[in-house]
Each structure stands twice: as C-alpha cells, then as structure tokens.
C-alpha cells in the first residue's frame, strides 16, 4: 500500500503470491517504483523486480550463488547489495540489473549465519555491513 504522512494509507499497489512458510526477502527502490523480492533457502538466487506502477516483471538470476541472506538496492537504484550464505563462509554481492555480479566481501569464519547485507548511504559513498553470527557448544557431563 502506499503511505502519507498527513493521509495516512493509500492504495493498495501491488499483491504477490506466498506460500505461508515460504521466506522472502524484499527490498523498495530508492524511487520507491520498484520492489526486489527474492525466496531465500534456493540453490540458485532469483530476484523478481515488481514496478509498482504498472510495467512488466522482470528476474535476474544470481547464477552460482546459493541461499539468500539479505537484499538491499544500491543508492542509485541500479543494483541490488545480495548476501549469499553456504557451508563455505558468507559473501556480500552487487548485482547489477542485467544480472552482472560483483563480490564484494567474503568471510569464510564459521559462525557466519544467514543474515548478511548491505546498506548504501544515500550519496552512494559509504557501505555499512550487516549480519548476524552464531555460536554453539555441546557439553558431556558425567556422574552427576
């Protein structure tokens, strides 16, 4: 739906399909016309870009890059900052419209866990890192 501050909510803009279990990550356009949304937990990641004013659909596909960990758009609005998570470490990508992508940043830690972005300043010349990481531990305790 749209939103105004003195109007409160506007029209609804755009619906998509969802299965109930299924996760999504999204992301708005600096311009606010275009919504990124792609399933995270996929082996290949696929971005489906929704204008919200009419136009056709379009999806670039993040070949070779499994499992969706974050998405944001770059300040421009010509990419899109993509985390991708696997059993070898976490990697942030820029992924331009035409699907062309460009690593980043790369840690190969243990504990890296499915949550990882990146966000633009609006002048487009800072990049602030996000994630989240686990730790676990088991315990054997004995003759208690």
């Known amino acids: 739906c749209s939103s105004d501050l003195?109007?409160?909510?506007?029209k609804l803009l755009r619906t998509i399909e969802k299965e109930a279990k299924e996760d999504l990550g999204a992301a708005l356009s600096p311009d606010g016309s275009i919504i990124a949304v792609s399933r995270r937990d996929e082996p290949e990641i696929?971005?489906?870009?929704?204008?919200?004013?009419?136009?056709?659909?379009?999806?670039?596909?993040?070949?070779?890059?499994?499992n969706l960990a974050g998405l944001d758009w770059s300040a421009d609005g010509k990419g899109l900052y993509v985390g991708s998570t696997s059993f070898q470490g976490a990697t942030l990508l820029h992924v331009d419209l035409k699907g062309t992508v460009q690593v980043l940043w790369r840690s190969t830690e243990a504990g890296v866990s499915r949550f990882?972005?990146?966000i633009a300043s609006p002048d487009g010349r800072y990049l602030a890192l996000w994630g989240a990481t686990h730790n676990s531990s088991a315990w054997m305790v004995e003759g208690f």
């Open 6 to 10: 003195l109007r409160g909510r506007g």
């Open 46 to 66: 696929h971005i489906r870009l929704l204008p919200l004013a009419g136009g056709s659909d379009r999806e670039i596909v993040v070949k070779s890059w499994p």
């Open 116 to 118: 990882l972005g990146g």
